[in-house]
């Protein structure tokens, strides 16, 4: 079975500090996801990657950024944190466009 | 941008009843996807009806599509306590990525 692994479970940040959200694929898939779930608003996107390198932005890109500098990995950045991103992180990944995804089991921060 | 919105937002069954929940997109898709998510943990891929399917079946699970109505429904039919999840839909509008609803929380009552 395909794996996607989340570094941390849960995670408390103070605001300002730089965060770093890791995700581990370990199925050689080409797409990868990083969503956040709010109560009442579903799953949000805020990057994605279909190959190594690239990036690009979702629905909710501000105050984000990410790197994918080796294939099975995907890594979420918080530059400056504050309260507002405090929610549940999910990543995800998929073999091509068009596939269903895997998703990690979530990372809940929050931020104080 | 939220594409796909579910109804109801909260279902309360007794075991062994069916469950259905519905689900209506605003755009054209390549194809519409259904998850379960369990409390706190992340999502789990349950079914995948592309958009000249018009229905879908695997175990107890029943999906159909109407691509005119921009709509599908999920039945889970003989429902049991571990059914209890939250239930999301998702569509490919075939660019790359895709885009969930807010979700529907069915409760299976023993």
């Known amino acids: 079975d395909v794996k996607v692994t989340q570094s941390s479970r849960y995670l408390v940040k103070r605001t300002g500090e730089k965060v770093f959200l890791e995700c581990v694929q370990d199925?050689?898939?080409?797409?990868m996801f990083w969503y956040r779930q709010d109560p009442g608003l579903g799953l949000r996107l805020i990057y994605f990657?279909?190959?190594?390198?690239?990036?690009e932005k979702g629905d909710i890109p501000e105050g984000y950024s990410v790197s994918r500098e080796k294939k099975e990995r995907f890594s979420l950045i918080l530059e400056s944190a504050s309260t507002n991103q405090t929610s549940m992180y999910l990543c995800?990944?998929?073999?091509?466009?068009?596939?269903?995804?895997?998703f990690g089991s979530g990372t809940r921060l929050t931020v104080v | 941008s939220q594409q796909g919105e579910e109804d109801p937002q909260a279902l309360s069954i007794q075991e062994g009843e069916n469950a259905t929940m519905n689900c209506s997109y605003k755009?054209?898709?390549?194809?519409l996807q259904w998850y379960r998510q369990n409390s706190g943990r992340g999502l789990v891929h349950l079914i995948l009806?592309?958009?000249?399917?018009r229905e879908k079946h695997s175990g107890r699970l029943r999906v159909t599509l109407d691509t005119s109505k921009k709509s599908s429904s999920l039945l889970i039919t003989a429902s049991r306590a571990a059914d209890t999840a939250s239930y999301f839909c998702?569509?490919?509008?075939?660019?790359?990525?895709?885009?969930f609803g807010a979700g529907t929380t069915v409760t299976v009552r023993a």
């Open positions: 995800a990944s998929s073999l091509t466009g068009g596939d269903g995804y895997t």
């Open positions: 990657s279909y190959d190594v390198k690239m990036k």
């Open positions: 009806i592309r958009s000249n399917e």
């Open positions: 755009t054209s898709i390549n194809n």
């Open positions: 998702a569509t490919d509008a075939n660019d790359y990525k895709l885009s």
């Open positions: 199925m050689d898939h080409e797409n």
